[in-house]
């Protein structure tokens, strides 16, 4: 971890304000909706268009991940990177599943659906509710994370860029070839910046580069489900 991304140590005081401080700042929970989507599937596109239905929805953090597994079919996914499909991968024992599948829609960190069917994001969206775990805010150029009850311990804190809104993507090869597909919020870049135990904690937060967001997730490790979630 590079010394840009190690926690702010804090004295018993600075954590007492820090505390107070996120109390009245923080966040509001959000419902983490990621879609696991591929250019080279023809399955994909109808949970491209469902994802680009929530991602305004009032609560609603949606991201695409685009994975690579796919690439070998004829079109290489230029957004896919090995780390996305990890992501997907880490999700499908906790999940049930054997093995990664596209599309895929996780929310939360702790449930899923294919997502292609109309209604079906919408649907997880209402029975899976919002985040419940330690306060999150992003402010002043830091990460500041409330105290609460860590998981087994510890839980993954990570760094998410992504560009809002909509691009649209043409296809010259593989499944869709000849077809132009939305993407909603895609991730350009996923980091793991480090733990949080359960004590306030603050990390550094690096100034984001071409225009992209920022989202930050506060996630039991291994695929778990995402405690809190903030986005700028």
């Not at 991602?55 to 070998?72: C, E, H, I, M, R």
């Not at 024992?93 to 895929?104: A, I, V, Y």
């Not at 960190?109 to 997502?115: E, I, N």
């Amino acid at each position: 971890m590079s010394s840009s991304c190690k926690p702010i140590a804090l004295s018993s005081l600075a954590a007492l304000a820090l505390a107070v401080s996120l109390g009245a700042a923080a966040a509001q929970p959000l419902t983490v909706v990621e879609l696991f989507t591929s250019q080279g599937c023809s399955s994909c596109p109808p949970a491209n268009a469902n994802l680009i239905k929530v991602k305004d929805q009032p609560g609603v953090l949606a991201l695409s991940f685009n994975v690579t597994y796919w690439d070998y079919l004829g079109w290489k996914d230029i957004f896919g990177r090995q780390e996305f499909t990890q992501r997907q991968v880490n999700y499908e024992p906790p999940l049930g599943h054997d093995g990664p599948f596209t599309p895929q829609v996780v929310v939360n960190g702790h449930a899923d659906v294919v997502g292609a069917a109309p209604g079906e994001i919408e649907k997880l969206i209402s029975v899976s509710g919002q985040t419940s775990g330690p306060s999150l805010s992003l402010d002043g150029g830091k990460i500041s994370i409330g105290a609460g009850n860590a998981p087994a311990g510890r839980a993954d804190v990570w760094l998410v860029r992504y560009a809002k809104g909509v691009v649209e993507v043409p296809v010259a090869r593989g499944e869709n070839t000849g077809r132009t597909l939305p993407h909603a919020n895609v991730v350009h870049a996923l980091e793991k910046l480090g733990s949080w135990t359960g004590d306030v904690t603050a990390y550094p937060l690096p100034a984001a580069s071409g225009g992209l967001s920022t989202a930050v997730l506060v996630q039991s490790p291994g695929g778990g489900p995402i405690l809190a979630a903030a986005t700028n």
